[in-house]
């Protein structure tokens, strides 16, 4: 891994486009000429630096962000996708042969659970899904074949944090590989530098923050992504999920606002998550006190970035919490809609939504109840303003005297 570079520095970069332009040009190609056959051969074995193929492989424009990304990370290089799940399942597949094991959070976004229990199966890998904050549990998990420890930073929906450190301890006791989907926490939480091997995000979310594209990148050592783009068994290269060239652009474009909304963000959410509480409302967020990791997640983080912008609260019953959310949306407080990063908040149910691939019984048995309601929290300038109507809202549903 290369040294560390605090993610902020992204603007350090240089990048012109070929007339001089402060924007990279973008590759408006999908496939490249070659002045002699015998370099074409050579780019397609991946044996000539700066000549280019095929847009599937790679283009000017996607290894451009995907180098901004690898510098946010830490991490020696990366591989834009076109999705998150475009990231999440070619590494699994990548460190995984047929009679593999897996250790995952059970705390994991819908999808990449839903991957792991019901088509990795397929291919005779299986996982166990355990509580990720119990240590002596994961270790427990740990089998002979175990190839991968899977978690998110902080987890999709219930905010649980990983200990990086320790999980990356394991992995290195056990010679397993720990992946880590950065997804929630960009910037606050930086894997790598805490002992992670492969870094993945949904780009769709925070680092894009515009709710105008899916992506996907995978951070990691430039053996592990040179792995994963091999013509003959790599699996990004085969499976195909590729960024277009024009999105990769104007990702790299949005990630250069990413150090100052995320410091929105964060802020936002800590004012409202600790008014929610004084209330009395049952919250969830990292940089509440009561948070059972908010020690964990101190000890982690960058501080200039704050705890993200994720919360919940629970409502106590699904009618309410869809009463609430139509509610909200209403009063232009946010939108009804799943996904994250937004500069609008943004709220939804994961229980029947983003997280409905996980069967009732498992839900219950990891505090995923009816009632809670996950939010994204948007740059809204005047956050007090955004408290005082919400808090309407919720006197108005009932909410806060059903949980007072
Ligand atoms: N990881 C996390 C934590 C997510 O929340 C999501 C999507 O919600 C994904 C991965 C999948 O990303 P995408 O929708 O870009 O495939």
Redesign the pocket.
């Known amino acids: 891994m290369k040294k560390f570079k605090p993610a902020n520095k992204i603007q350090d970069l240089q990048y012109f486009g070929e007339f001089g332009g402060v924007n990279p040009s973008i590759s408006d190609s999908s496939t490249y000429t070659f002045l002699s056959a015998k370099t074409m051969f050579d780019t397609f074995e991946g044996n000539a630096d700066g000549c280019y193929l095929y847009s599937r492989h790679t283009s000017p424009s996607n290894l451009y962000l995907g180098e901004a990304l690898a510098e946010m990370e830490g991490t020696e290089t990366a591989n834009v996708t076109g999705?998150?799940?475009?990231?999440?399942t070619p590494v699994l597949l990548q460190l995984c042969n047929s009679g593999d094991h897996v250790v995952s959070s059970r705390t994991?976004?819908?999808?990449?659970y839903a991957f792991l229990k019901n088509f990795t199966p397929k291919l005779n890998i299986e996982t166990s899904f355990v509580d990720i904050t119990k240590l002596d549990v994961v270790e427990a998990s740990i089998k002979k074949n175990t190839k991968i420890l899977y978690c998110?930073s902080v987890?999709?929906?219930l905010l649980e944090v990983a200990d990086i450190k320790a999980l990356a301890a394991l992995a290195k006791k056990y010679n397993l590989k720990l992946v880590v989907?950065n997804?929630?926490s960009p910037l606050s939480i930086t894997p790598v530098q805490l002992g992670a091997d492969v870094v993945?995000?949904?780009?769709?979310?925070f680092i894009n923050g515009s709710s105008d594209t899916?992506?996907?990148v995978v951070c990691g050592t430039q053996q592990f992504i040179d792995d994963l783009r091999n013509v003959n068994d790599g699996a990004c290269m085969l499976l195909g999920s590729t960024m277009d060239s024009l999105r990769a652009s104007s990702i790299l474009k949005n990630m250069r606002t990413l150090h100052i909304r995320m410091k929105q963000h964060s802020k936002n959410a800590t004012f409202l998550a600790n008014r929610f509480e004084a209330d009395g409302l049952k919250t969830v967020y990292p940089g509440l006190k009561s948070h059972p990791s908010h020690e964990l997640f101190k000890s982690m983080m960058n501080e200039e970035y704050g705890f993200g912008g994720m919360l919940t609260i629970d409502v106590g019953s699904l009618d309410k919490a869809n009463e609430l959310m139509e509610l909200m949306q209403n009063k232009n407080l946010g939108y009804l809609a799943?996904?994250?990063g937004f500069y609008k908040t943004l709220f939804s149910a994961p229980g029947t939504s983003?997280s409905s691939e996980i069967s009732e019984e498992e839900q219950e048995e990891m505090g995923l109840t009816d009632g809670l309601i996950r939010f994204s929290i948007g740059l809204d300038n005047d956050i007090e303003r955004t408290y005082q109507i919400m808090k309407e809202c919720m006197q108005e549903v009932g909410v806060l005297e059903l949980v007072s």
């Open positions: 999705s998150g799940m475009g990231a999440i994991i976004y819908g999808g990449t998110e987890s999709n929906p989907d997804t929630f993945i995000h949904s780009l769709t979310k899916v992506g996907g799943v996904s994250l983003t």
